[in-house]
């Protein structure tokens, strides 16, 4: 791998030229829809705008794109050094990285359906310290892509064995399959993917936009047209127009499904040594390596829907910047491309949670809740009482007295609402482990082991520290977590236990 026409500055194949549009297009359809929206209900509401007028001022755009990614591609240059990889990247913004074996966390394979005819591939990093993918080789043959990840691997798997006294000098260990999934499981999976909540608001975006004057008008058209196409016709169009509704509502989930098998077709799990690798897709292949002593938590998924198939998704998480998204419980969302086990039974994830951390027993677990009335009255006080006055006051001043009582109606929902959000809520530990659970319908627990804790916070309020309860942030290399209005006793051993486990130990953290 470190011949000497490695060492040269080399390009990636001329077709990274598409995948730098798809990237771009990619970018536009994540965070520019908002934008682009009102442009194009202006074009289809507002008639002397023709449809040539639009084509017309896509052209400059497609044209901005094919340039910027053509630039893109001839700007891209990258070098292969002993444990090193160098990139110098950028079209206005010149970039120069440099990129360590040592700190690479993943590495995925992706053959894109028109890069396969040509052996090419795109290769992926993620190292620690990054919020998103650092390094994305676009169009180099899968024969280098192959070489430089199995040199990443055997980098670390040397670091690891030096740190620990161990030989070096091992036989090339035997892939051992852990899970494989049929087209039919991972059907069933697509039908606890959440699109279709994206669909759905969608849909609401849509409806809305213009105050919804528009969107009103359509619909009231529509009704009125499918109203005399039923006079005209009789029962025939009725059920015409019932069999149309119902295969639309029915085909949501099947694009739902559709979309599982596309991404996770063929999905096998293997072992081989200290790494797993993960292969699926159908029309664009995907394979990922992933260290095991990579792994910072090991994240169970679990929504509604999911609860009632009884289906469990898994996903690994490796060190990022400690700064991604969180959701409201504070457990990380949003990491890097994610390395997920889909559609498994709880046994299989009982496992599986196993086999990625040895020692952890996640059976039967008894977890604590944060103390009630705190988490649910502070809550109650701090976030819905403001908008419940908002909403009820002026109308009960101004039209009628009738409105105040929407003050405890909406009180009431939202304690229901918190009530529930806090009998999902839990921490325990056990053995060397933590947990943290947190949800609504579903669940999403968080299983580390501490001694990869990275710090530990403790805050108290002077009205926490009169009930003798805390804040507990818990700071992994992948994300932090915190658990609110807990026990201060509860608060004390759990840091105490995570950082004794940190200090005590030499195993490696990422």
Sequence with gaps: ????????????????????IGRILRNVLTHGLPALAPLVVTFATVESLRLYWLALGLLPIAAGVLLWSVLSYLRF????????????????????????????QNVSIQEPFYMRPLGLVVLSIDTAGSQ??????????????????????????????????ESTDEPQPVARLLVERTPRQIARYGLTASGLFWVAIAFGFVAGLGGGRWFATAMKELVEYLVRLVQEGGVLYLVGIIAVVVAGV????????????????????????DTYRRRSGL????????????????????????????????KLEVAGSGEEETNP??????????????????????????????????????????????????????????PILVVSLPPAIFLHWVFLLLIPIAYGVAFLFLRQLWSRWGYAVRGGYGFVRSGFLGF???????????????RQTPGQRRARLAHLTLHLASGSMTIPHIRLDDAQRLRDLALHGAESTRRAWY
């Design 250 to 273: 029915l085909s949501l989930p099947l694009l739902s499904m559709a979309g599982a098998l596309i991404r996770h077709y063929g999905y096998r799990l293997t072992r081989e040594g």
């Design 444 to 458: 999403s627990t968080a299983v580390f082991p501490l001694f990869k804790m990275q710090r530990v916070d403790l």
């Design 283 to 314: 029309i664009n292949r995907h394979e990922e390596a992933l260290k095991q002593h990579k792994i910072q938590s090991v994240l169970w998924k679990q929504n509604a829907i999911a609860r009632a198939m009884g289906m469990v998704t898994l």
């Design 1 to 20: 791998m470190t011949a000497d026409p490695h060492r040269d500055w080399q390009r990636t194949s001329p077709t990274a030229v598409i995948f730098f």
């Design 132 to 165: 998103s993918t650092e390094i994305t080789l676009g169009g180099i043959r899968n024969e280098l892509a192959q070489s430089l990840r199995a040199a990443i691997l055997a980098d670390a798997d040397g670091k690891r064995a030096a740190s620990e006294g």
């Design 77 to 104: 240059q990258f070098r292969l050094d002993d444990r090193l990889i160098l990139l110098r990247r950028g079209v206005l913004h010149h970039e120069r990285l440099t990129i360590e074996f040592k700190r690479v």
């Design 329 to 386: 419980s504070g457990i990380p969302v949003g990491m890097l491309s994610p390395f997920l086990v889909p559609a498994l039974d709880s046994d299989e994830a009982l496992e599986l949670t196993r086999e990625f951390l040895p020692e952890c027993i996640a059976e039967s677990i008894e977890f604590s809740r944060p103390n009630a009335r705190r988490y649910i009255g502070r809550k109650l006080l701090l976030i819905f009482t403001a």
